[in-house]
């Protein structure tokens, strides 16, 4: 692969505008774009969390997930591009099943934090699914495969359990929500 990028800024985008990658250009604030762009800042997100201190297998993890999210911002980056599939989707929900085994049951609901690993790992969490809203609305006026919403959403589950995972590994434990009312 030669360089993609002879020269960063190219002043095309200066009108308010920026190329999909089938050559078409949009709003800067259309749908697609802040999907993809949203996508892009979870990827970010994880990058955070892999700047801290984890365990080898969740690093390999969220490095193979970082991989298939540049793949999932292309595919909504090129309307009609189909790159994440239903085996994607599966071996996420067979991480959560194998993270999720050893960890006590959820008896109240945990805020987030739990170490700073664990605490980047909520924020990756939200992020994606901010990334799942802005697909879905991207999906209410054009089309998206349904693959692509269904791993947000299974992301940001096997997110929420590396976090607590995250927060046990690195002795900070989970915070949990108290619900009486605490006087700030």
């Known amino acids: 692969m030669g360089n993609r990028l002879s020269r960063i800024y190219t002043r095309t985008g200066d009108d308010g505008s ?43 993890l969220l490095t193979a997930i970082q991989h298939q ?23 996420l929900e067979q991480h959560l099943d194998t993270y999720n085994q050893d960890l006590p ?4 609901f945990i805020l987030p934090g739990g170490g700073e690993a664990g605490a980047r790992c909520h924020i990756a969490r939200t992020v994606v699914r901010r990334a799942e809203r802005e697909t879905v609305t991207l999906s209410r006026l054009e089309p998206v495969r349904p693959e692509a919403v269904r791993y947000l959403n299974r992301l940001s589950d096997l ?12 002795g900070h434990g989970e915070v949990v929500w108290h619900h009486e009312r605490r006087k700030a």
């Open 18 to 60: 920026t190329g999909l990658g089938d050559g078409s250009r949009v709003a800067k604030d259309s749908a697609r774009v802040n999907a993809y762009g949203t996508v892009d800042e979870a990827n970010s997100a994880i990058g955070l969390i892999l700047a801290s201190e984890v365990p080898d297998d969740v690093r390999n």
């Open 69 to 91: 999210l540049f793949d999932l911002g292309g595919e909504l980056c090129i309307p009609g591009h189909a790159a994440i599939v239903d085996a994607d989707i599966d071996r």
């Open 105 to 108: 049951p959820l008896k109240e």
């Open 159 to 170: 997110l929420f359990v590396l976090s607590r995972v995250l927060a046990r590994a690195s």
